[in-house]
């Protein structure tokens, strides 16, 4: 009698063992999948950001270009070059 009774303990202590762990268990996937989630909102504004950093120097780019050609212009219509093998002599017009 005794050890029926001890048996019928140990298996519902193992039931009950058997439920926490799953609960557990799927505790810690829910966890992973919502860090997942988040992770992935986060790649997708870091991707929209650097997306507009690269507009925004691309745009630089092309004024940087811009300003070096307007100042090669000024300096064309205001000196001329006599270039040798090595040498560069600016001259003022």
Do not use: P, W
Not at 24 to 53: C, G, P, R, W
Not at 63 to 74: A, G, M, P, R, Y
Request: proline share 0%.
């Amino acid at each position: 009698m005794r050890f029926t009774r001890l048996g019928k303990v140990l298996e519902n202590l193992l039931i009950v063992i058997f439920i926490i762990v799953i609960g557990v268990l799927i505790k810690s996937f829910y966890d992973n999948y919502s860090n997942l989630n988040n992770l992935h909102q986060t790649k997708e504004k870091m991707d929209k950001e650097v997306a507009k950093e690269k507009k925004e120097i691309n745009h630089l780019k092309k004024s940087v270009n811009v300003t070096n050609s307007t100042i090669e212009e000024k300096a064309r219509s205001q000196y001329y070059m006599l270039k040798d093998n090595e040498t560069i002599i600016i001259f003022k017009k």
